[in-house]
């Protein structure tokens, strides 16, 4: 089992930023693939970026693409995601997530068995 546990979010106006922190316990050695998902109300849950930690490979959803950085500290045991340039477009209830699938498709949310809690962006225009 991975336990995950998501933290940073918050409330921000438009052209703001904010960086979400995903903590990782249990057998970590089944998350060779981290990702980042949101859900806005009324929408599907969709992939914004994940991360290879083995190479440390990133996957960006052309919507984040240049806005958002993910990046890891292995020592850590923690996954990031820096959001720049938020747009109101941005606000939903992020997740963190863990895949041992290498990040073979990086935001297919069936590939990711273990999730976080969830932790709400909210931009304000």
């Known amino acids: 089992q991975v336990q995950l546990v998501e933290s940073g979010g918050g409330s921000v106006q438009a052209g703001g930023s904010l960086r979400l922190s995903c903590a990782k316990s249990?057998?970590?050695?089944?998350?060779?693939?981290m990702g980042w998902f949101r859900q806005a109300p009324g929408k599907e849950r969709e992939g914004v970026a994940s991360i290879y930690t083995g190479g440390g490979s990133t996957f960006y959803a052309d919507s984040v693409k240049g806005r958002f950085t993910i990046s890891q500290d292995n020592a850590k045991n923690t996954v990031y995601l820096q959001m720049n340039s938020l747009k109101p477009e941005d606000t939903a209830m992020y997740y963190c997530?863990?895949?041992?699938?290498?990040?073979?498709?990086?935001?297919?949310?069936?590939?990711?068995?273990?999730w976080g809690q969830g932790t709400q962006v909210t931009v304000s225009s």
């Open positions: 997530a863990a895949s041992h699938l290498g990040c073979y498709r990086p935001h297919e949310r069936a590939d990711f068995p273990y």
């Open positions: 249990g057998y970590t050695i089944f998350s060779n693939c």
